[in-house]
């Protein structure tokens, strides 16, 4: 369970009970009882219709007021979830959730929009459910990169 089936990633929350076996002297060894169960864990798991979670980050982003838009319009692409809004000053505060891996250079793409005159911070708040999509795509990565080392 520390490479799990789906894309060699940690796999958590599962309880695995094993009630019944039986040692044969010719042909059990312990090798053998491995692999059976790492066959079995692994049906077992891909058939339970398992789900990724993905780390979700509160994002606080200070912006001047006539560059909000383009933010905004930057932070729905990276499936950010917009809280709410508040006025700071001549600046305006968007709080949004943002999945960790869509934060991958956002410093620059920030810096970019706003010619360096906004900033953010982040903090962890929780794990969510990866979307649908997004796990088809991570796990056809992950497949082909199997299939190179083994193929």
Do not use: C, W
């Not at 058939?47 to 982003?61: C, H, K």
């Not at 930057?74 to 959730?97: P, T």
């Amino acid at each position: 369970m520390e490479e799990g089936p789906l894309t060699g990633s940690y796999v958590r929350d599962v309880r695995v009970m094993v009630y019944d076996g039986k040692m044969h002297p010719v042909d059990s060894n312990d090798i053998s009882f491995k692999i059976a169960g790492m066959m079995a864990f692994k049906q077992a798991f891909t058939r339970a219709d398992p789900q990724l979670l993905e780390p979700i980050y509160d994002l606080e982003v200070v912006v001047p007021e006539e560059l909000m838009g383009e933010v905004m319009t930057d932070l729905q692409a990276r499936r950010s979830i917009i809280q709410g809004m508040e006025a700071r000053g001549a600046y305006q505060v968007i709080k949004a959730k943002t999945p960790l891996a869509e934060l991958d250079r956002y410093t620059t793409t920030l810096r970019s929009i706003t010619q360096g005159r906004a900033n953010f911070s982040t903090s962890f708040a929780e794990y969510a459910p990866v979307p649908y999509d997004v796990q088809q795509k991570l796990m056809a990565d992950y497949n082909e990169q199997v299939e190179e080392v083994h193929g």
